[in-house]
């Protein structure tokens, strides 16, 4: 059974930064395409940010440019997401996940992240 970990939230203050990690089991993670998503309390989840499978490319929504890295090491079957000038708005529950495990409403438990001000 696939499966994602996610970890490394936690709380920080406004201009803080985080990195969060993503392990996979039981997947062919080199070949897949990768996505951060996040959750905040009352919205509909949404992606962060995705990686291409190789890593060579890699995209973001607009309010995190510049500020959130998205990188994989596939020799370890990890990805991770360097936030860095985080700000009370991106508090919310991320998750990482395949567009197959999307697709198929499979989620693992994710890992909070709160920012104050």
């Known amino acids: 059974q696939v499966q994602f970990v996610e970890s490394g939230g936690g709380l920080v203050q406004a201009g803080g930064s985080l990195t969060l990690s993503c392990t996979a089991s039981?997947?062919?993670?080199?070949?897949?395409?990768m996505g951060w998503y996040r959750q905040a309390p009352g919205k509909a989840r949404e992606i962060v940010a995705a990686i291409s499978k190789d890593a060579t490319n890699r995209n973001y929504v607009d309010s995190v440019k510049g500020r959130f890295t998205i990188s994989r090491d596939n020799a370890k079957n990890q990805m991770y997401l360097q936030m860095n000038n985080l700000e009370p708005a991106d508090t919310a529950v991320y998750y990482c996940?395949?567009?197959?495990?999307?697709?198929?409403?499979?989620w693992g438990q994710g890992t909070q992240v709160t920012v104050t001000t």
């Open positions: 996940n395949s567009p197959l495990g999307v697709r198929a409403g499979s």
């Open positions: 039981e997947f062919s993670f080199n070949n897949n395409d």
